[in-house]
């Protein structure tokens, strides 16, 4: 049967590279575009498609990049122009994709931009930023509470008024109602296509406009002082507003006028309003609104289970999946699950249906990781230190070797190591065939070689008590994922799908199936067609 064509972003797979924590070329502790240029072969090495860069630009790194002081450029510390173009020509020479990270909600209080709009009233950009009096009584406009804790209002005594900013101080919210921060933000995607990026993760892309009215935010009555201060409120006048919507369908016509590129978004809403983020066959949004409720969801069968299913339920015709298990701002998953459960959770990752993200390190295990009260440096953290939410541990440099350092640099990083970085590292698993990243190098290549895992259809099944178990299925090739998410043995009939004709990958060593899991143990199993 004559295969459709798909884009490269369906059947691809994305690996998340935190700049900082790659590889540092010049010595100065910190990652660089020449770091990574020079670790791309190890990327290739592991079969992905697509290189996610988070963010390059200059910054006063309050925020780690995520406060961009000029979007056109390139941060010293990161390289240069050069190095950039240098290192897209290599991600490109090697058949890989490079996506940028568009941060536009927020810019940092360093921006010419903010510079020019805090510095009178009467300026022509005071609007590109979202300033209010103070409220009629006194005090901050509304209830508003950053994502980073404490007020979202900040008072600036030299204009009489405060900006609004959804996380740090440092970090004022753009107007997007303004149709010049619009033109401008529109050139700055321009700017990069041009350059030849392949597209773009938007950070917080639900949040960029809020009600015009700026009512307050009604109480969250599911708040408890465990979670963060920011869910005291329901997001409901500051996030996920109509106009985003069109907004995204406009960055989208963009993105699509200069042919195979991708937009994959920050969202994190319910499945019904996040898969909005689709958009409709005629007027899309984003290709990928990112799904992050594997990093969020219980690790239990049933839940799973449910959640899988739902997700799945919720997707419009158009829309396909997509799914991530780490990230720069979440909790390390082997940290979270534990080693041979993360196994499993890779499994899981490359064998369900829709695009996966990885998050370097991750492919390793990196799990355990001693952060220092005096070497912390993630912001979020010092603004809830209670909570210990610590995305400092999931951003430390990668491991390459037992050499000084790990290899990383030849300095001393700017985060601590993983506490194992001198067993666990990218040249001891290298040489290890039974190692996670042999693993994953496994997955990732039967996810190339087996056209079910990556455009194939999906079934869930019931694998019982603690078994997740679903099937892939495309043209006559059918193959069935069985993952005994305990540590206990469990056994998994397989009462629908067909006969087992042979184990494709384990999670531990490979065996014959019969019947059985051992603990934390992963299977795909090729199946017999029916005739
Ligand atoms: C999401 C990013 O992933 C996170 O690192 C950052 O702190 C916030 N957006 C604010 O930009």
Redesign the pocket.
């Known amino acids: 049967m004559e295969e459709t064509r798909r884009p490269w972003w369906e059947t691809g797979v994305i690996y998340q590279i935190y700049p900082r924590s790659f590889q540092d070329s010049n010595g100065d502790g910190v990652g660089d575009l020449s770091g990574i240029e020079a670790r791309l072969d190890y990327v290739a090495s592991l079969g992905v498609d697509a290189i996610w860069l988070?963010p390059i630009f200059p910054s006063p790194m309050a925020?780690?990049g995520?406060?961009v002081a000029d979007y056109c450029g390139v941060e010293p510390v990161f390289g240069d122009f050069a190095a950039f173009d240098e290192l897209i020509s290599a991600v490109h020479a090697r058949g890989l994709k490079l996506l940028l990270?568009f941060?536009p909600?927020?810019t940092s209080d360093q921006h010419a931009w903010f510079a020019e709009s805090r510095s009178s009233r009467s300026n022509p950009k005071r609007d590109w930023y979202i300033w209010r009096d103070p409220a009629p009584g006194g005090g901050v406009p509304n209830n508003w509470i950053s994502?980073?804790g404490g007020s979202s209002w900040e008072w600036d005594e030299a204009t009489g008024q405060y900006y609004l900013h959804?996380?740090l101080k440092e970090?004022p919210d753009l107007n997007w109602r303004n149709p010049e921060v619009r033109e401008a933000m529109s050139n700055v995607l321009r700017f990069w296509l041009d350059r030849g990026v392949d597209g773009f993760r938007i950070?917080?892309l639900w949040h960029i406009v809020k009600h015009e009215a700026l009512p307050d935010n009604p109480l969250n009555p599911a708040w408890t002082p465990l979670i963060t201060e920011r869910d005291r409120l329901l997001q409901v006048y500051s996030t996920d507003q109509p106009e985003a919507h069109s907004i995204s369908a406009e960055m989208r016509a963009l993105a699509d006028s200069y042919g195979d590129r991708v937009l994959v978004g920050?969202i994190f809403l319910p499945n019904e309003r996040h898969a909005r983020w689709y958009g409709t066959p005629d007027r899309p949004q984003v290709h990928l609104p990112f799904n992050f409720q594997l990093v969020e969801s219980p690790w239990d069968a049933a839940h799973l289970h449910g959640m899988i299913e739902a997700y799945e339920a919720s997707l419009p015709a158009h829309g396909w999946p997509n799914w991530v298990i780490g990230?720069?701002?979440a909790p390390r998953i082997a940290a979270r699950i534990g080693e041979a459960q993360a196994r499993v959770a890779a499994m899981l990752l490359l064998t369900l249906r829709g695009t996966p993200t990885l998050y370097q390190g991750d492919e390793i295990g990196i799990g355990k990781v001693t952060i220092p009260p005096e070497r912390m440096r993630d912001?979020?953290h010092f603004r809830q230190p209670a909570l210990d939410i610590g995305?400092d541990r999931s951003r430390t440099p990668m491991p390459w070797d037992d050499s000084p350092n790990a290899g990383f640099s030849t300095n001393e990083p700017w985060l601590p190591l993983n506490d194992d970085w001198r067993s666990r590292n990218v040249a001891a698993q290298d040489a290890d065939p039974a190692s996670m990243l042999n693993f994953y190098r496994l997955l990732l290549g039967l996810r190339r070689s087996q056209a079910a895992l990556s455009v194939g259809s999906f079934r869930l099944l019931d694998g019982g008590p603690d078994v997740l178990c679903y099937l892939r299925e495309h043209q006559g090739e059918k193959l069935a994922i069985i993952l005994n998410l305990s540590s206990e043995p469990r056994s998994c009939e397989l009462e629908e799908g067909g006969a087992v004709d042979g184990v494709l990958a384990s999670t531990l060593s490979a065996r014959p199936f019969d019947g059985t899991l051992l603990p934390d143990e992963g299977l795909i199993l090729r199946l017999e067609p029916e005739h």
């Open positions: 988070s925020d780690f995520y406060d990270d941060v909600n927020h994502d980073f959804a996380f970090q950070d917080v920050e990230s720069h701002d912001p979020q995305r």
